[in-house]
């Protein structure tokens, strides 16, 4: 069965830091596909933050989050992360974990499977 979990949201001030997990169990397996991270804030569209490619040696980035955020995987445990430094309040946002097989990797259409979401909630 197809199970993303994410992980590690909160509530912290402006400047600071947060590390999102995202275990996957079954398929799908990082190592085989793309992992994506996703965030809605509120009362906006679902928008692309970042994107690793199955072998983990490629990585994609939104203009709004490049130098602050850094997206990583640990295939043996079949875990992506995505650390977020520098946090700023329209940083605020469900944070959501996809996998898949996209032709543009920020684009939440083009994955096929999605986590729950966990929230991060930025404060000036």
């Known amino acids: 069965a197809v199970h993303l979990v994410e992980s590690g949201g909160g509530s912290v001030q402006a400047g600071g830091s947060l590390r999102l997990s995202c275990a996957a169990s079954?398929?799908?397996?990082?190592?085989?596909?793309?992992m994506g991270w996703f965030r809605q804030p509120p009362g906006k569209e679902r928008e692309g933050v970042a994107a690793?490619?199955?072998?983990?040696?490629?990585?994609a980035y939104a203009d709004s989050v490049k130098g602050r955020f850094t997206i990583s995987k640990d295939d043996a445990k079949n875990t992506v992360y995505l650390q977020m430094n520098s946090l700023k309040p329209e940083d605020t946002a469900m944070y959501y974990c996809?996998?898949?097989?996209?032709?543009?990797?920020?684009?939440?259409?083009?994955?096929?499977?999605w986590g729950q979401g966990t929230q991060v909630t930025v404060s000036s």
């Open positions: 079954e398929w799908p397996n990082t190592h085989d596909t793309h």
């Open positions: 996809a996998a898949g097989f996209p032709a543009r990797w920020l684009v939440d259409y083009d994955y096929q499977y």
């Open positions: 690793i490619d199955p072998s983990g040696g490629v990585t």
